[in-house]
């Protein structure tokens, strides 16, 4: 192969994990002709939680590729346990919901993705594994989008772009000349155990005063095996002060809860992290001739760490955007702009609500009141099935959060909150007060980044329900 080849396609789709995947093969199937780049050849891993939600599942489904989720690879999961300081607070099954499964799945990223790049290759995407996206060049009657590759240079020459290249994606930074802002990025480490205990039809979160904002998931994939990983935001005031791998392994060694799922189970590979970019309304996701789809547009939801659901959406959504586009000819900014509404009128008011939620916990200072009322609010929620199907619903990314401001789950969440405070003593109060502000004192700059970053979230919101009203 040449040194610098040229192609020329319909449509460029950079990053072949979900997003990418099943963007190429909708528009492979509307005859288009798709170039599917990924800067690695598959199989390969994907360093990721591995749960796919029943939203997921449905999209999948909607797409004719529910066959993907399902097999021996895929391990079923319609149970969860929270635990709250090392005891267990609510142990439900997942709440159903009309025209969703009752149950997740569980499935390896390294098996999850390679079944759908294989597929976007049978629908009749052209695959390029191995390839690093370098750049591309917007010009009147198409884009090229330069390729790096060990097997020599490329230039794709096309009519669209999508970037699905991840949360790092180099697309992005393209499109918006800037990174992520750090507020809205998580880090979070894994790592794959054998010899798991306990049911394989159950998922567990565990919540941590030391841990909070972030959790601990004991994810289990089948056959005795299980994902099990920490996550928590990359900025907060007063950060942990070990890293979160080796908070990951003390309370797989430490925790009593933890342990009986892991006691005797064998550690497969690396614990092995990675970063997250979450949903920020203000970051464009469309520019002429280019969208944005899954992590690459930061299609995370702040509240749980969940993308595998908003990347296969969005993945859909940007190739019927982008095929819509080419088929009138106007492939520009404006033209694009309908994918950009459609993702604001499906989830953007719920983002932006779960946005100022995260950034609020991001105050470690204050970490005992949010587990004192995380465990209060799970207490009702063991007793009251409505209230656990709206707040676990939220929670796990199954409800729209724009459902807890309903009157009878505002009306029961504060109850839960006065009962919590009217039972806290007096002397907790006041030496939770005291650390609160010691923490605050002691991290100036961070307070006042915290502060803004609350505030700038708060006014995504009114933003967001802006937009809502203008559309009505």
């Not at 394989?200 to 904002?213: S, Y």
């Not at 342990?259 to 064998?266: N, P, V, Y």
């Not at 009217?422 to 991290?443: C, F, L, Q, Y």
Request: proline share 6%.
């Amino acid at each position: 192969m040449p040194a610098h080849s040229q192609t020329t396609v319909d449509a460029v789709v950079v990053g072949a994990g979900p997003a990418g995947a099943v963007a190429a093969t909708v528009l492979a199937r509307r005859g288009l002709r798709v170039a599917l780049a990924d800067k690695r050849v598959f199989p390969r891993d994907k360093v990721c939680g591995d749960f796919i939600g029943p939203h997921g599942l449905r999209e999948l489904d909607e797409i004719g590729l529910g066959h993907i989720a399902t097999g021996a690879a895929a391990n079923l999961a319609d149970k969860a346990a929270i635990y709250v300081n090392g005891k267990p607070i609510l142990v439900q099954p997942l709440p159903k919901i009309d025209g969703l499964r009752p149950y997740g799945c569980v499935m390896p990223r390294q098996e999850f993705d390679e079944r759908l790049f294989r597929g976007a290759c049978a629908a009749g995407a052209e695959p390029l594994e191995g390839y690093t996206f370098a750049s591309y060049d917007v010009e009147r009657s198409g884009v090229n989008v330069s390729l790096r590759g060990e097997r020599g240079d490329r230039v794709i020459r096309a009519r669209a772009l999508i970037g699905a290249d991840g949360s790092a994606s180099l697309v992005a930074l393209r499109l918006r000349g800037r990174p992520q802002p750090r507020p809205d990025r998580i880090i979070a480490v894994r790592a794959y155990f054998e010899g798991v205990e306990g049911p394989a039809d159950r998922v567990d979160l565990h919540f941590h005063e030391e841990t909070f904002p972030g959790y601990l998931w004991v994810f289990p994939t089948g056959g005795g095996r299980a994902n099990v990983g920490i996550g928590t935001l990359a900025q907060m005031v007063a950060p942990p002060v070990e890293h979160i791998r080796d908070m990951l392994q003390r309370f797989i060694d430490n925790d009593p809860m933890i342990k009986e799922r892991l006691g005797d189970a064998i550690p497969c590979g690396k614990i092995v992290g990675w970063p997250l970019s979450t949903y920020n309304g203000r970051l464009p996701i469309v520019a002429d001739r280019v969208a944005l789809a899954g992590d690459a547009a930061g299609f995370i939801n702040p509240l749980n760490g969940e993308g595998i659901q908003y990347a296969i959406a969005s993945g859909r959504w940007a190739a019927e955007a982008i095929a819509g586009a080419l088929a009138t000819g106007d492939v520009t900014r404006a033209a694009l702009r309908t994918y950009a509404r459609r993702v604001r009128r499906e989830f953007g008011i719920d983002m932006a609500i779960n946005r100022v939620a995260v950034q609020a916990i991001g105050n470690r200072g204050l970490n005992p009141v949010f587990v004192e009322l995380l465990r209060t609010w799970l207490e009702l929620a063991e007793c009251d099935i409505d209230y656990a199907n709206v707040g676990g619903g939220v929670v796990a990314g199954l409800v729209p959060t724009r459902r807890l401001f309903g009157p009878a789950t505002v009306r029961k969440s504060l109850g839960s909150a006065f009962n919590s405070l009217i039972h806290v003593k007096p002397s907790r109060a006041a030496r939770t007060i005291v650390n609160a502000a010691g923490t605050m004192g002691r991290h100036p700059i961070a307070t006042l980044r915290w502060s803004a970053s609350v505030a700038e979230a708060g006014v995504g919101v009114v933003r967001e329900a802006a937009r809502g009203l203008g559309r009505t």
